[in-house]
């Protein structure tokens, strides 16, 4: 029996001919990743255990994305100590306030992650990597304390999950929608340790922005990561973000899959998530009249240019409702910038709309926009859990850049083309 594309690379980093479904195996590691909310706890247990030094200070990432600019003394506490450790072993890669951006977007900006590599991160959506063709995944702060000392980590080879993709997205529909709508079909436990293998005709018709997205979110369904095949898309992005060495892992033609999944992305419509589970997936013209509080545009999963630009066409000549506060988080600084050079910036504030600097700090009810008892929010983050963005009587709903755009103007859940 051949090899899914995670085992392929699992087995090359382990220096193993092949792995199958089950099998433990060591790794060794090419990037370590960790925020200013999980590094404190990795670099305690680092010094607990006694290391007195990094296994490469060129493959640690720390990026203070949480609670930056430092909300309050707990996250400044939190934030020295990360610097202090940074300094300490001369972490390349330290990006603080000023310098940092939402994680994961962040680092395939910066070229600090490649197709078939193995990366590690103490934060779940590290399995958005998987967009550029590689295995990585999110894992507990005391791994990642492991992985920062040895450069290796143990993994329990995952099974495999194939959604072959054929078509073409219609307008206002982006990866967004395409990995809530599989959601919506798998159930939040559908990939239960799974690794999510996205392949066929359609996979070209994604920018890679979408791809991004969709890896993002594999593990709102219980997978192990979520990975795409390297091809030209990949090969371009690469290319203008470092253009770093790296070896494609194709799956075997006899790969292993528990299940196989037929998806026609021109059949999927602007979809939302209702309250409180990412699962619970609704068309958006099914969406009834449920008026809104708050919008939320950015995160790890939609806060890049093409999410902005999306939100910018909707907001043009427009105002967001009077009821409703409506928070733009650029992903990362560069994407802050361009947003100002292509006039987005001055569109979202003539809509009435906040502009912050890059921050999770809604997505977990951190901070720049928690919700109040009964309160209502649409936000194009990956989670909506019973009190995820702040009262555990409020609730979010997730949607695309376009569905929330609309919804701010609207008042309610609304798609583009009712506004």
Request: charged share 20%; with cysteine; net charge negative.
């Amino acid at each position: 029996m051949g090899m899914t594309m995670t085992q392929k690379i699992l087995a090359e980093h382990a220096g193993l001919r092949s792995v199958k479904a089950g099998q433990l195996v060591k790794a060794h590691l090419d990037m370590t990743l960790a925020n200013d909310i999980t590094a404190p706890v990795s670099i305690n247990e680092f010094e607990r255990a006694g290391f007195s030094k990094v296994f490469d200070k060129s493959r640690i990432a720390l990026v203070m994305d949480h609670f930056v600019p430092n909300k309050d003394i707990k996250a400044a506490q939190q934030c020295m100590q990360c610097r202090t450790f940074a300094r300490k072993f001369d972490i390349d890669n330290f990006y603080d306030a000023g310098e940092m951006g939402i994680e994961h977007a962040l680092l395939p900006e910066k070229g600090l992650v490649a197709p078939g590599e193995v990366i590690i991160g103490a934060d779940s959506h590290t399995c958005t990597y998987g967009a550029l063709g590689a295995f990585s995944t999110g894992v507990g702060s005391t791994d990642l304390a492991a992985g920062m000392a040895t450069g290796q980590a143990w993994f329990k080879v995952p099974p495999a999950l194939q959604f072959r993709l054929s078509g073409k997205l219609s307008k206002n529909v982006s990866g967004k929608d395409v990995i809530l709508h599989i959601i919506g079909m798998t159930g939040v436990d559908g990939a239960l340790y799974k690794s999510m293998e996205f392949t066929g005709d359609g996979v070209a018709e994604l920018s890679m922005d979408d791809r991004l997205c969709i890896s993002n979110m594999a593990i709102e369904a219980g997978g192990k990561n979520g990975i795409f095949p390297v091809d030209d898309v990949t090969r371009e992005y690469v290319k203008n973000h470092g253009n770093r060495e790296f070896k494609v892992f194709k799956a075997d033609s006899d790969a292993d899959y528990d299940k196989i999944y037929d998806i026609d992305l021109s059949s999927i419509k602007p979809t939302v998530a209702f309250p409180h589970l990412p699962e619970n997936t609704r068309n958006v013209e099914e969406a009834g009249d449920v008026r809104i509080d708050q919008v939320v545009i950015g995160s790890c999963t939609n806060g890049r240019l093409s999410d902005m630009a999306v939100a910018a066409e909707i907001f043009r000549g427009r105002h967001i409702h009077p009821d409703v506060r409506t928070i733009i988080i650029p992903a990362t600084q560069q994407i802050y910038k361009e947003c100002i050079a292509k006039g987005y910036i001055d569109i979202f504030i003539d809509a009435g709309c906040v502009v912050s600097t890059p921050t999770c700090g809604p997505c977990l009810g951190g901070h720049m926009g928690i919700l109040a008892e009964g309160e209502r929010c649409v936000a194009t983050t990956n989670r909506n859990f019973v009190g995820r963005m702040g009262h555990p009587d409020s609730e979010v709903y997730l949607a695309g850049p376009a569905v929330a755009a609309s919804s701010a103007i609207a008042g309610k859940i609304a798609g583009p083309e009712t506004i």
